[in-house]
Structure formats: C-alpha cells, structure tokens
C-alpha cells in the first residue's frame, strides 16, 4: 500500500483545519491529521506542536463497527462562534460548544443548553445568560451560567479526507475478518459487492475441486446472489462457467439507480451521463435475459417524455415476459417537481405511439397493452388517462396492487364490479382528479392523497385500510355519508388535518367501531391544543393503537398553562406514537391526556425529527438543531409523568 502525504499548508507544515476531541479529556482541539504508510493516522494538535501531545491509531485499535464510528464522531470541521445577533438560535436542548477554564487555562467541552435567560438589549451586544449543563471535563454533569460569548455551534459535515481514507481502511479490515456466509442465520440479507464476488471463488484464477460455495446446488446459488444488487448479481457471470448464466435465472430484475440520482441531484451535466449508463445497463441486460417468465421489473430513474421510445421497449419486454410486478418510477430528483405534462405517456399501444392520448374508449381494431399474469403495477410520474386505465384494468384480470402518483389525464376514476380483482389501490398528487368512485368489488385498502374531489365509496364489504392524505375536510361535502357503508368494516384509518381548528368538526366523525388502529397528520405549525384532535380517538372504541404526525418547519412555543383534557376510558389502547414532538405546551397535553385515559397502555413512543423536512443544507442544519433541542425537552418533561409499567420510547 502506498504512503499518503499529510495535508500540508503552504509553508510545508500540517494544516490544521479541523476540531478533534481528544481521549484523554473529552476536550476540544484545533488539529490536523497526517495518514502514515497507509497504516496508522496521527492527530497532531496546533498548540502542542512538539508533537509530545500527538495520538496516533493503528487499524489494530478498532475491533467492531461501533468503535470506528464513535472515532469518527470526534472529528468536525472548525467550530464557529456565536455571533452577539445570533442569540436567539442558541436554543434549549441544544448541544453546544463552550470555554471552561481549569488551572489558569481555557478548554472547550460539549454542553447541553438546560436554559435560557432572555433579556431585551442591542443587536450588537447580547446581554442573555445560558444555562449549560456540561457532558464532559471536570464539570461533568453540573450546570454553570454563560454568556453568548462563550459558546460555540459544532459544525457538521465531512472530516478531513485523510481521516476518511483511514476509515476505509479500517472497514476493509473488519469487512474481511467477517465469513461470506455465517453459520446462523444460513444466508446474510446484505452483501457487499467487489469483495463478496472475488470470495465466491477465491478469486479468479479457476475453480478449486474443493471450492465449497461453487459445490452448493444451484438454487442455493441463486438464493445468494439474488441478495445482491442485480448490477453484481450480473457480474458473477464472467468468475466461471458454473456462474456465466447463472443470473439469467433469476426472476427479479431491479434497475434502482436512487442512490446515483442522490449523488448528482443538482448536476444535470451528470446527470445525462448517468442515464447514459443507465440505459446501456438496462438494454445489455434485457438482451441477455434468455428466461421465459419475469415476476419482478422494476425500473428508478430520473425519466421524462423524450425518452418514450427507450422505454416502450423495456416495457414490451416485461409484457413479453409475462410480468407479474411492474414499477415505473420515474420521479424527478431533487427539490423542484417535474411538470406533468413533461411525463412519459403510458401507451394504449405500444406499436403505435400516435394513439398514446386517446381520452375515450379505443375501437376493437386497436390492440391495447395486455399484461395477462399481471398482479402489481406502480406508475409514478407515468401518465394515464381514464381510458387507458379501464382497459389496464379490463386486460389485467389477475391484477391486485394498483399505485399511480402524479399522473395528468386521470380525471374521473370509476372502478365497480364483481369481475375486477383489485384489492389495493392508491391514486396520490394526481392534479386533475376530480371524482373517485369505487363500488361492489372486494377492495381492501384504499389510499388517496391530493386536492379536494368529489369521492363516493359503497358495497365494499372486504374494505380494511382507509387513507385519505389531505383530510376528510378537504373533500368535497357530505363525504361521511358518501362513504358511511364503509365504516364498520374499517380497521385501520388515517387522515391529514391541515389546519385542526378550521378543517375538521368533531360533531360529524361517526362511531368507527372496529377501527383499530387510527393514523393522524395534523398541521401543528402553532402551539395550539390539540386536545380536540387527541379526542378523535373516542369514536373508536375498539383502539389499539394511535398515531400522531405532527407538521411543523419553524414551530412556535409559547408559556401557558397546561390544559387536562376530559376524562375518556380507553380500554384497549396500548401503544401511542407521537411524531415529530417538539416540547410545546400542545405536545406536553397530548401525553397527559392519554396518559390520563388510556388504562391499558403499554408504550409511548416518542420521534422528536422533524415530519416536514426539505431537503437543502441551510434548512436541514436548522432542522438537526431543532430536533436535538425537541428531543432533550422530551426527556425532561415526559419521563416524570409516564407511569411504572408503560414504556417510554425517545427516538
């Protein structure tokens, strides 16, 4: 292995340009690191420059994963001081950075803020106090007041590339001191690639007479390579013989290149070169396929209309192969949504590309895509009309699953009859929805997220699971008598609260009396009580479970009294789950009252992360500090009320 040079500055020295949290003292230090003979990595701190002070870790250090990563926590990037007029982001239950002198010098610890102590002054000269409780050094667990001065925001992100390179290191160590197969279970669910293949045959020198992995029969073969991903799974293919072809046989083809998407989200230059890729790994493997019958064709990229005539030919593929399983997910990557009128148009006929966007009926003489021995269909970011979907529906008797998202043309769904199979259906951000109605067939679960439509639900006896994304009251009126005959039937129910004190009348939720698990999103963006809500739960006498999700970007807290809600027994409610708990009044009441009622309740889980995070580096920062604050206010406020016996859960 080669030798890596440290990073140097331009004098020739270590650049220190990271904070390391020594071993010695849990404390903070401005340092550098320098990778020696691919073997050892040196800490060196910038005030102890004799290097009397360095630490140094061989690979030998680390025996197990847990180690590497609580190493590599004590790496960050340069912590920042706060600015006097970034006071108020320095928040209760966040872990800080702050100065603690001891024997005449000046050391930096983790804290956690306990408390703040607001006070009016000048933007440029805080005047605040903080109450930090100290997680390291010879405060330990003690609690001192600071100023703003004091504190500094630990900084997340990559470490140093040197300090990486060593971790990989570390994990090819530990990656290969662990078997290919352990003896229990008999089969790992998850395999990693290069070094996986070259120890299915020692290596790609010949086979061994003794070679116990190519000795197994060949269904076991394919049960441990189906556990890889199916680019590797296709590589097998040139170790031997006995694997050229082995992956043909498999019957699960899955082209996901998420993870690629995830990587290039705002390069649309690499982006085309990955699809680029992409195709030709989806085209090379189809033309090498040779079996008869395909169960699973999945397909996940970044696609749009331009591409219609690439994957028509994917698609006449699984049609030829009998698919049973076949998704489509074409969603755009990134924060912006792709236009649907920009969608790939699924085909009435796929010879003919002319007749794509047929809204009615087509005549006898054209031939529509049959999918006989179909039984699950994803369509995401695909376009269908109605059209296309009663004839999907009429040529595909077998099928089971349907799931269409964002998809233009869908206006007015009608589905109803004994002749139909399907059991699950979900129909989410579909723009120009209008009506829905579903009739006289064994439909068991039903899921619709998107605008207000007019949706009617009778004579669905098999009916279990209802899901209704944006709210009971946001559909058009009367919608609990249109779907009434449903609900003694229904066991499992959720819905999306926009704004509670406005969207939703108690007095019109009916008795559900075998709704046993009941699923809430509720827009919780002020610090309002959402008692009212919690009390759902009394049209539901049978509830075992209660679910929670509240939403929230940049939630309000205010100081008010807690409220105790009406006194409601219920007697089989076991487990409550509360998302997205942030250490409001609202939340503290929504606890108690349950805690109050629910005389059988085993478990309170608590998941104080955000529900409504988006996805760039400025909010997801303001997000991982909220959470943090969210889950300390957790613990300090729910663990004195929750009673011996019932589990309390802070995630």
């Known amino acids: 292995m080669h030798t890596l040079k440290p990073i140097l500055s331009g004098d020739g020295k270590v650049s220190y340009n990271l904070d390391y949290r020594s071993k010695n003292d849990d404390a903070w230090y401005t340092s550098g690191v320098v990778l020696e003979n691919g073997k050892w990595l040196r800490v060196k701190f910038k005030d102890f420059k004799s290097g009397d002070a360095d630490e140094v870790f061989s690979m030998g250090n680390f025996s197990k994963h847990d180690?590497?990563?609580?190493?590599?926590?004590?790496?960050?990037?340069?912590?920042?001081?706060?600015?006097?007029?970034?006071?108020?982001?320095?928040?209760?239950?966040m872990t800080v950075c702050a100065t603690y002198k001891v024997d005449g010098s000046i050391r930096y610890f983790d804290t956690i803020v306990d408390g703040v102590c607001c006070k009016e002054h000048k933007l440029e000269k805080c005047v605040c106090t903080y109450l930090l409780c100290w997680k390291h050094g010879l405060g330990e667990g003690t609690v001192t007041a600071q100023s703003i001065v004091d504190i500094c925001f630990i900084m997340s992100g990559a470490p140093d590339p040197r300090v990486t390179d060593f971790a990989k290191l570390v994990m090819e160590k530990l990656s290969s001191q662990s078997s290919l197969i352990p003896k229990t279970p008999f089969l790992s669910r998850k395999i990693s690639s290069n070094q996986t293949l070259n120890k299915l045959q020692g290596g790609r020198r010949g086979l061994k007479s003794n070679d116990f992995i190519c000795q197994l029969p060949e269904d076991v073969l394919l049960v441990i390579i189906s556990l890889l991903s199916l680019k590797d799974a296709v590589v097998t293919g040139s170790l031997s013989t006995r694997w050229r072809f082995l992956w043909c046989k498999l019957h699960k083809l899955e082209f996901d290149a998420g993870e690629t998407l995830n990587n290039i989200i705002t390069d649309r230059k690499l982006l085309r070169e990955a699809q680029f890729k992409f195709f030709k790994q989806v085209n090379d493997v189809i033309e090498s396929y040779n079996q008869t019958v395909i169960q699973h064709f999945r397909i996940r990229f970044d696609l749009y209309a331009g591409k219609a005539e690439v994957i028509d030919k994917w698609l006449q593929f699984a049609a030829d192969k009998k698919v049973e399983m076949l998704e489509l997910d074409f969603m755009k990557h990134g924060i912006k949504i792709r236009d649907p009128c920009f969608n790939?148009?699924?085909?009435?006929?796929?010879?003919?590309?002319?007749?794509?966007?047929?809204?009615?009926?087509?005549?006898?003489?054209?031939?529509?895509?049959?999918?006989?021995?179909?039984?699950k269909l994803v369509l995401k970011s695909v376009n269908v009309s109605n059209a296309i979907l009663e004839e999907l529906l009429i040529n595909s008797p077998q099928l089971e699953v349907l799931c269409i998202h964002r998809s233009l043309y869908l206006m007015h769904v009608e589905i109803g009859g004994k002749a139909f199979n399907l059991k699950h259906l979900e129909i989410t951000n579909c723009c120009e929805v209008e009506s829905i109605y579903l009739y006289d067939f064994n439909l068991i679960s039903f899921i619709y997220n998107g605008q207000a439509i007019d949706l009617g639900l009778t004579d669905l006896p098999k009916l279990k699971e209802l899901d209704i994304g944006r709210g009971l009251a946001r559909l058009k009126t009367n919608v609990f008598g249109k779907i009434s005959t449903c609900f003694s039937y229904i066991q499992v129910l959720s819905f999306k609260i926009g704004q509670p004190k406005q969207s939703l009348i108690l007095a019109s939720i009916p008795e559900l009396p075998n709704v046993k698990n009941l699923r809430l999103t509720i827009g919780a963006y002020e610090d309002d009580s959402l008692l009212e809500v919690a009390s759902l739960a009394n049209s539901c006498?049978?509830?075992?479970?209660?679910?929670?999700?509240?939403?929230?970007?940049?939630?309000?807290?205010?100081?008010?009294?807690?409220?105790?809600?009406?006194?409601?027994?219920?007697?089989?409610?076991?487990?409550?789950?509360?998302?997205?708990?942030?250490?409001r009044g609202s939340d503290v009441e929504l606890v108690a009252y349950f805690v109050d009622n629910a005389v059988a309740l085993k478990e309170i889980l608590i998941d104080p992360r955000c529900q409504a995070r988006k996805g760039t580096p400025t909010s997801m920062r303001f997000f991982n500090m909220n959470e943090k604050a969210a889950q300390y206010s957790a613990k300090r406020q729910l663990q004195s009320i929750t009673p011996r016996g019932v589990k309390l859960v802070i995630l």
């Open 67 to 93: 180690e590497l990563e609580e190493f590599l926590r004590r790496f960050c990037p340069v912590s920042v001081p706060v600015e006097e007029n970034e006071c108020s982001t320095v928040i209760e239950g």
């Open 344 to 375: 790939y148009d699924f085909p009435l006929r796929l010879s003919d590309r002319n007749i794509e966007h047929l809204f009615e009926l087509p005549s006898s003489a054209f031939a529509v895509v049959e999918l006989i021995s179909l039984k």
């Open 541 to 583: 006498p049978s509830l075992e479970a209660f679910l929670i999700k509240l939403l929230w970007i940049s939630p309000i807290k205010r100081r008010r009294d807690i409220r105790r809600g009406a006194t409601r027994p219920h007697e089989h409610l076991k487990l409550v789950e509360i998302h997205g708990y942030y250490g």
